[in-house]
């Protein structure tokens, strides 16, 4: 596609529910980040993939978020028993360079409530 | 400046007069920095970046200026269009492995017919 592809726009689930979030990058980018945004703040980072693997995971909060992309093209981010803490904006980005600091192109999206 | 909650600061300005965005970052190690513009309901978009070794860049109607001695980087847009109404992410890059970046707390730009 012509850019980065988030669904679902948005999710409400209760709380202790799991989720998952998808990401579709732009094609041929090698590079995969998640971020998470709460309101009023900047973007937070979460994980970072080059290919398949992830190669940064540090920003996951806790053992109740995982990522994977499988086939190093679409990524899944996946929430276990949700907490109203975990009520955010979850943003994808990809990006040609990997490594060199190059542009990232962020999706619009997946806005997550947690009730 | 930094947000608290919901209270991102505001920047407000006659459509047409120049804007100035300023950012304070707090690694002196970063060497890579970048503004995003965000509006509602959307993505963080790419607007310029600029390397550690440079102290100016400048793109179409925006500058960004870095100061690394007081770790202060600004933007500044020219004749400032309604468009430009957004949120503003100054952000870092405090790894050179990937493009794992910090973002700041945003400013809020206003721009009035």
């Known amino acids: 596609g012509a850019g980065v592809s988030q669904t679902p726009s948005n999710k409400v689930t209760e709380k202790g529910k799991y989720v998952e979030l998808r990401c579709d990058p732009i094609s041929g980018h090698t590079a995969l980040y998640w971020y998470r945004q709460s309101l009023g703040q900047g973007p937070e980072f979460l994980i970072y993939f080059q290919g398949t693997g992830a190669a940064d995971d540090s920003g996951l909060p806790n053992d109740r978020f995982f990522a994977v992309r499988p086939e190093g093209s679409v990524s899944t981010l996946k929430i276990q028993r949700t907490e109203r803490g975990d009520s955010a904006v979850y943003l994808c980005a990809s990006s040609l360079h990997p490594g060199s600091a190059g542009e990232l192109f962020f999706g619009e999206g997946s806005r997550l409530t947690v009730l | ?113």
Not at chain 2, 34 to 55: H, L, V
Not at chain 2, 83 to 105: H, I, K
């Open chain 2, 1 to 113: 400046g930094e947000s608290v909650g919901l209270h991102l600061p505001t920047l407000s300005v006659q459509e047409g007069d120049n804007s100035i965005i300023n950012c304070a970052y707090s690694n002196s190690a970063s060497d890579y920095f970048i503004w995003y513009k965000q509006e509602s309901g959307k993505g963080p978009q790419f607007i310029i970046d600029i390397r550690s070794n440079m102290d100016k860049r400048q793109g179409q109607r925006v500058t960004v200026l870095l100061n690394k001695t007081v770790k202060h980087l600004s933007l500044q847009i020219a004749a400032t269009q309604p468009g430009d109404s957004a949120v503003y992410f100054c952000a870092e890059n405090r790894n050179n492995a990937g493009n794992m970046l910090t973002f700041g707390g945003g400013t809020r730009l206003m721009v009035k017919p």
